[in-house]
Structure formats: structure tokens, C-alpha cells
């Protein structure tokens, strides 16, 4: 039972380069969410989306796009890469009937 | 704005001595209370919702419970293995989007 998928584990960019987050789940969830975690921040929620084919910002989606590619799949894409977006990225997704969030194992991208 | 303190921010304990950790909330329209453990290098791991004030929920040797401002995770004779940041989530429901806590970090010494 994998759960939440993300790939990949680490990253190093340099400013301005771009990337993409992958994330998968196989628990046919509808919604899916993207965090960011930061030392003495928290998690903070980037993007989300509540179903397949739509997505709304959070409370820190300057800098991110995101993709709902379909139910399974939510990528997270840095367009232009910036040392402010060095952090720690979490996948989650929503189970409607167990009412709660299950969470990747993240994604630590560090920006030189 | 939905805003979620912990307190403390760290906390050490012995093993065997029992403490308490702190999740004071307001968000509006509150439909739910999370917590959850994260291990270092790891996602986190759900443990408990709570809906209501007065409600209670224990698994080992936790036990979370809420009132109308605040909600606490009790640990009694906590054990090594219990050491982790415990984070506090609310939630609004709405997208089911969840505003965290910046966690207690929690270290049980032998």
C-alpha cells in the first residue's frame, strides 16, 4: 500500500533554474494539497485542489504552478527557482471517508 | 486570519513522566482538530481529529482532548520511542484545507 508518492527526495537547483514535484496517490483521493514546511513556519499550504481538473491558491503560491494531471497525480512546478523557495515539500491528499490528511514523505529542495 | 499557537516549543522529558502539550486555536467556523507526529526526515503521521469540545481520544499512551479555545495532547509515562514534533492542525473545512501549528518538539531520555 504506497499511499502518497513523491518523487524526488532531494534536490539541489540554482537560482533560476526550473523543476517539477511529482506526487501520486493510490487511495483514489479527490483532493490533493501541496505544503511547504520551514523551520519556526510550520506547514503552509501552497496550492490545492479539490477535485480533478480544478486547483486554488493557498496561503504562499507566489513562485509555484500546479497541475492536477488527473485523480492520481498533483505536480508542483518552480518556474524560476529563488533561495526564498529552499525548503521542505509535502504532498498530501484528503480521504473523504476517513476524514483526514495523509501525507508524503517530502521533498527537500535546497536553492543555491 | 485562522491562526494556530503550540506551546511549548520544545519540550524534554524523562521517561515515565508524564506532561502535556498545548494547541491554543482561532480559526472560524471550526470543523475539526488534528494532531499529528513527525519523525525527523519523515511526513507527517495522523493521530487523532477531534470535533467537539469535551471530546477525548487516546491511543497508547496519548490522549487528546478539546474545549472551545484549546485542545491538549496528554502523554502519560512517555517511552523514547514517543520523542517526535507533534503538530496541530484546524481545519475549516472548505477544500478541507488545514492551518498548522509550528509544532512541539518532544524528546523522551532514558
Known amino acids: 500500500n504506497a499511499g502518497v508518492t513523491q518523487t524526488p527526495k532531494f534536490q539541489v537547483l540554482k537560482t533560476g533554474q526550473s523543476m517539477t514535484l511529482q506526487c501520486a496517490q493510490d487511495?483514489?483521493?479527490?483532493?490533493m494539497y501541496w505544503y511547504r514546511q520551514d523551520p519556526g513556519m510550520g506547514l503552509r499550504l501552497i496550492y490545492y485542489s479539490a477535485s480533478e481538473g480544478t486547483t486554488d491558491k493557498g496561503e504562499v503560491p507566489n513562485g509555484y504552478n500546479v497541475s492536477r494531471l488527473n485523480k492520481r497525480e498533483f505536480s508542483l512546478r518552480l518556474e524560476s527557482a529563488a533561495p526564498s523557495q529552499t525548503s521542505v515539500y509535502f504532498c498530501a491528499s484528503w480521504g473523504q471517508f476517513n476524514e483526514k490528511l495523509f501525507f508524503g514523505s517530502g521533498t527537500q529542495l535546497s536553492v543555491l | 486570519e485562522d491562526q494556530v499557537t503550540q506551546s511549548p516549543e520544545a519540550l524534554r522529558l524523562q521517561e515515565g513522566e508524564s506532561s502535556s502539550l498545548n494547541c491554543s486555536y482561532t480559526?472560524?467556523?471550526?470543523?475539526?482538530l488534528f494532531w499529528y507526529r513527525q519523525d525527523p526526515g519523515k511526513g507527517p503521521e495522523f493521530l487523532f481529529t477531534l470535533y467537539s469540545a469535551g471530546e477525548e481520544k487516546e491511543k497508547e499512551r496519548l490522549k487528546a482532548t478539546l474545549t472551545k479555545k484549546e485542545s491538549f495532547l496528554h502523554i502519560t509515562a512517555p517511552k523514547p520511542e514517543d520523542s517526535a514534533t507533534y503538530l496541530c492542525a484546524g481545519s475549516t473545512g472548505g477544500g478541507n484545507k488545514l492551518t498548522f501549528g509550528t509544532g512541539t518538539q518532544l524528546k523522551v531520555e532514558l
Open positions: 487511495m483514489n483521493h479527490n483532493s
Open positions: 480559526v472560524s467556523g471550526l470543523r475539526g
